[in-house]
């Protein structure tokens, strides 16, 4: 089992992973990131533009901001989405289609219906399409939790319905699962209210296998017993094909759901022991295996998934250390569920508490994202980029401040693109930032002249 410090990782990069190569090659900041709803989103499309979505203060609502950068950090353009009569408008993710039209996917607070789904969609050169709104049967709030797009570019959205406290989504009172269906023109073409059990239903997330809509959620039994729940929808019609829930004697938890190679994964919490658990099922839903791990025995979670293309799984796990802290685990399963490898990082301070943010796979080496909360000091935020035999090579601090999060990466070629929020100094205000960072392996062969 290797362990790591985050200090002992920094300094012992030289002899470490003196090969690998981080340069910034831009990096460009928005002031006035809303600090309650401090989301932001990047994308990269087909033409190599950076998306970017950040939640802005406009007096007493919120306005969404889009904004568009090209591969060089240069804007192409800027929109500001308000929906009009001081609503609090919220963007939670950015997608775009094969004709590069960008889809946001959010909320809008109204004073009647509470918060209600947004969509809208805005052209290649950022202007406005159209905008559509859902309101659930109850007329209560409906939060969107998670999107998909269909290779026509519809979009397939999925949240929390009838529910009492948005700002905490596990802290749902009567919620229950919605999904639907925004087509590319902009109208919903269906949508579905399940109501499981009676109890709370909260969806965390979506995938899309190009014919069906998986859903992954967590439903409440009594007030000690989750069970993780899965929903196949029909694209088409809408049609609910399959629901499962998993047994148990404990609260469970689904925090993450992938669809890819003919089968769908789903990690989150099982048990009594609160293993960090991963699932694998078939298409059809039918349970293929289901691998439980638990450092130190003191409670884990499964934070973060990836798939590659050959059936391996990557994840990031939270865990607690034997001093208290709060640590991370970044672990390799193998295609028939069996452990390959584990690695450890531990949080500097004993009050630091590492979160798990993000995890991606690019030019054979993993990135897994962490960030280190400390209640009396500086948050940092980097990244741990790892080979797949499951050493770190390096180390990036993306950002620190009195409060810094990474929320997203994606990739240009072999650069990176970090979307972090950020407040440096204690009421200094939230931005959301931007990097695209240049990443690559210096050779180190020595060629001899024999001559």
Known sequence: ???????????????????????????????????????????????????????????????????????????????????????????????????????????????TSGHDVL???????????????????ENRDDLPTDAEITSSGDVLVTGISNHSSPEHLNGASDADIFALKCLSTGSINWDKELDLDGYDDISVGCTFDGSYLYVGA??????????????KIDEIYGGLETTIQESSVSKDICSDIIAKNGSVYVIGRTGISKNASIIKYSASLIKQWQTDINPNNHGALC?????????????????????????????????????DWNLDFEAYEVDDVLKAKSLNFNNNKLIAIYDEKNPNSKDKTGAFIIDVSGEVERYIE???????????????SNNLVFTTVVEETIGSGRKSIVTLKEYYEFDFTIETDVN
Do not use: C, P
């Open 218 to 231: 967590h439903s409440t039994f009594s007030s000690t017993i989750n069970k993780i729940t899965i929903l």
């Open 303 to 339: 934070r973060n998934l990836y798939v590659s293309t050959s059936g391996e799984v990557y994840v990031n796990i939270e865990f607690t250390g034997h001093s208290g802290q709060g640590n991370g685990r970044t672990a390799k399963i193998n295609s028939d569920g069996t452990v």
């Open 398 to 412: 993306l950002e620190n401040g009195a409060f810094a999060e990474t929320n997203d990466i994606d990739f240009i």
């Open 1 to 111: 089992m290797r362990f790591l410090t985050l200090l002992a990782i920094l300094l012992f990069w030289n002899t470490l992973s003196a090969k690998i190569h981080i340069n910034t090659i831009w990096s460009n900041s928005e002031s006035g990131v809303v600090d309650e709803y401090s989301w932001s989103n990047s994308i990269v499309d087909n033409n190599n533009n950076v998306i970017t979505i950040a939640n802005k203060i406009n007096g007493s609502d919120f306005d969404i901001l889009v904004k568009s950068y090209d591969q060089n950090g240069s804007l192409n353009w800027t929109y500001t989405y308000d929906s009009g009569n001081g609503a609090r408008d919220r963007a939670l993710k950015v997608l775009v289609d094969n004709n590069d039209n960008y889809y946001v996917v959010g909320s809008s607070e109204d004073l």
């Open 119 to 137: 969509i809208f969609k805005l052209s290649s050169s950022g202007a406005l399409q159209w905008d559509e709104f859902w309101n659930g049967s």
